[in-house]
Nanobody, 121 residues
Framework: QVQLVESGGGLVQAGGSLRLSCVASGSIFSISAMGWYRQAPGKQRELVAGITSGISTNYADSVKGRFTISRDNAKNTVYLQMNSLKPEDTAVYYC???????????????WGQGTQVTVSS
């Protein structure tokens, strides 16, 4: 069984910073791409940032230059450093990863439970 657990969310003033972490655990054979998504009230879930196993990254236009995604493969962990936060960044942030477990010959998508980020003006 594979689990993703996020941490690091909270309340911050506009202009502030937060660092989100997501740890994958369980019967993991290999992790491919990892990413962060967010969903604000009344809106669809959107990709914030992604990172491949080869460390290539991509970002939503709205966060380019402010957010940085990184990963530590030895710890099965992905991070999202969020700087210059804006009220419109307020959302539940979800971690996602394509993981192959020891019991499988293919990769499946796994999601964390989400962590709330609230940016006050």
């Amino acid at each position: 069984q594979v689990q993703l657990v996020e941490s690091g969310g909270g309340l911050v003033q506009a202009g502030g910073s937060l660092r989100l972490s997501c740890v994958a655990s369980g019967s993991i054979f290999s992790i491919s791409a990892m990413g962060w998504y967010r969903q604000a009230p009344g809106k669809q879930r959107e990709l914030v940032a992604g990172i491949t196993s080869g460390i290539s990254t991509n970002y939503a236009d709205s966060v380019k230059g402010r957010f940085t995604i990184s990963r530590d493969n030895a710890k099965n962990t992905v991070y999202l450093q969020m700087n210059s936060l804006k009220p419109e960044d307020t959302a539940v942030y979800y971690c996602a990863a394509a993981i192959r477990s020891h019991r499988s010959s293919y990769y499946s998508d796994y999601w964390g439970q989400g962590t709330q980020v609230t940016v006050s003006s």
